[in-house]
Nanobody
């Protein structure tokens, strides 16, 4: 069993930066990918970014490409999301997620392919 514990987030002005962290505990993470999703009030959960754990290959939603950067530290079982040039529309609860299988499910952008979820952390961007 993998537990995901998130940290970071908070309140920032538009144009500012924040960094989110997600630590996978319980055992050494060996899944195919970890990712970040977000959910704004009144909206569904949407894909933000993901990273293939073994290779470090990143994936981004078009809405954050060029502004957000995902990374991981295998030794620390930790994933990061550096968020720069934040906009009010980035305001949401952000969740980290992990896939349990070490083999690709064919998608790293679909929330249904993730088996473990963090507790969520609020990111608020003021205009």
């Amino acid at each position: 069993q993998v537990q995901l514990v998130q940290s970071g987030g908070g309140l920032v002005q538009a144009g500012g930066s924040l960094r989110l962290s997600c630590v996978a505990s319980g055992r050494t993470f060996s899944g195919y990918a970890m990712g970040w999703f977000r959910q704004a009030p009144g909206k569904g959960r949407e894909f933000v970014s993901a990273i293939v754990w073994s290779s470090g290959t990143p994936f981004y939603a078009d809405t954050v490409k060029g502004r957000f950067a995902i990374s991981r530290d295998n030794a620390k079982n930790t994933m990061y999301l550096q968020m720069n040039s934040l906009k009010p529309e980035d305001t949401a609860v952000y969740y980290c997620a992990a896939q349990s299988s070490s083999y690709s499910s064919g998608s790293v952008t679909a929330s249904s392919t993730y088996n473990y979820w963090g507790q969520g952390t609020q990111v608020t961007v003021n205009s």
